[in-house]
């Protein structure tokens, strides 16, 4: 018996140009933050842009955006993502009404197949995959189940959260999974550790952002998060998704 | 799950069956579908027959369902899903996305959302039937 869901999980992924997951071992250190951001930021530059948060027990993208409740998906022959701030936004939060999900192991993989299976993203530039913390299901089920998926790494300057991100790095690069690199988020101060540990495994440093109030002023309010993240974002974009001194 | 995009799955898994057994030409199509996916059968057979192309063009359909039996994690109490005790855009939240079922179903003994769906999710290509190349 076969499960056709599975099957067209690539064809619809197949008008994408790159799709890139931000992850982390380690909780709160910022993937969503840093993926709203970064989508946002590609939008702004006229590139084709998806957002797809699949931490479907504490979706937070929604959020950052503050995407009103009358923007929602369509429905045709699938569901068309909704359209909002440039980008094309896919969450499990217009299928749950505000309420919690409470999912084992198995339901987050199945979740994630159904909403891959039926999700029309369309052309796109570029797919940014807003991921749950840790390095267990919904890691392994992206490595399964996408093709052409890449990792883009967060971290804080803490050894608390480095410690686990290289655990996970390691396993990807076991796994030989293409690595975009390594953001270190919330910065204080002008130490060189990420940097160095992160040469270390062989991983592109493509910035960092640093440790601001005024990021937690512009979740809902993406002009401002742009302003907020701006310069550092523009040093990400440029390491990570431009290479070869390319404008875009 | 979405019938149009639902069939558009099952003729893209028919289709790689038939090009692996070297089959010219598919005559019937047995499909599985789990209750919680509720598929409304006539629009997946519909949608089916607009988009089927050959060799499974001409196919007969065949549209099974599974009764979706749900357990307790917690006091084993085992029950079936009954969408009629729904609303309708909830009902068409757990179409989309069966896993959602857990935000809104509840075990009818001691009110748990951590139940395992033992069955009746899912789809499933059971069989095809063909002509084989020589
Ligand atoms: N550069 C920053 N400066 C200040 N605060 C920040 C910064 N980046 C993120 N934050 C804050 O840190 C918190 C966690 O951010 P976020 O939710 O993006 O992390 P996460 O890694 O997605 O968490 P989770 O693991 O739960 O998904 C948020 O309250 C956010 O406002
Ligand atoms: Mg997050
Ligand atoms: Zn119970």
Known sequence: MIDPRTSIINERLARIRRIIA?????????????????????AKEGCRVGLFDIDFTGPSTHIILGIPKTVQPKEEKGIVPANFEGLEFMSLVYFVSGKATPLRGADVSNALIELLAVTQWGELDFLIIDMPPGIGDPVLDLVRLIKRIEFLVVTTPSMLAF??????????????????????????????????????????????????????????????????MGASLDEIKKAAVFPKGSSK | MHEWAL?????????????????????????????????????????????????????????LKAKSNLKCRVCATTWQYNSKKLDKSTAEAIHFVPEVAHTYVKCPKCGSPDFEIVSGRGVWLEGLKGVQYK
Do not use: C, W
């Not at chain 2, 006539?42 to 192309?53: C, D, G, N, S, V």
């Open chain 1, 22 to 42: 931000v992850t982390s071992g380690k909780g709160g250190v910022g993937k969503s933050m840093i993926s709203t951001a970064l989508a946002l930021s590609l």
């Open chain 1, 163 to 228: 410690e686990v991100v290289r655990k996970q790095v390691e396993l990807l690069l076991e796994l030989k999974m293409p690595m975009v690199g390594v953001v270190e988020n919330m910065k204080r101060d002008n130490s060189e550790t990420i940097k160095e540990e992160s040469a270390k495994l062989g991983l592109r440093y493509l910035g960092a952002v640093s440790y601001d109030g005024a990021v937690e002023d512009s979740i809902g309010n993406p002009k401002k998060l742009l302003e907020v």
């Open chain 2, 7 to 63: 069939a558009e799955a099952i003729l893209a898994s028919a289709q790689q069956i038939a090009t692996h057994e070297h089959l010219t030409e598919i005559s019937e199509v047995t499909i599985r579908v789990g209750e919680l996916q509720q598929i409304e059968p006539p629009i997946l057979r519909f949608a089916l027959k607009q988009m089927a192309t050959p060799p499974i063009k001409g196919a007969k359909f065949h549209i």
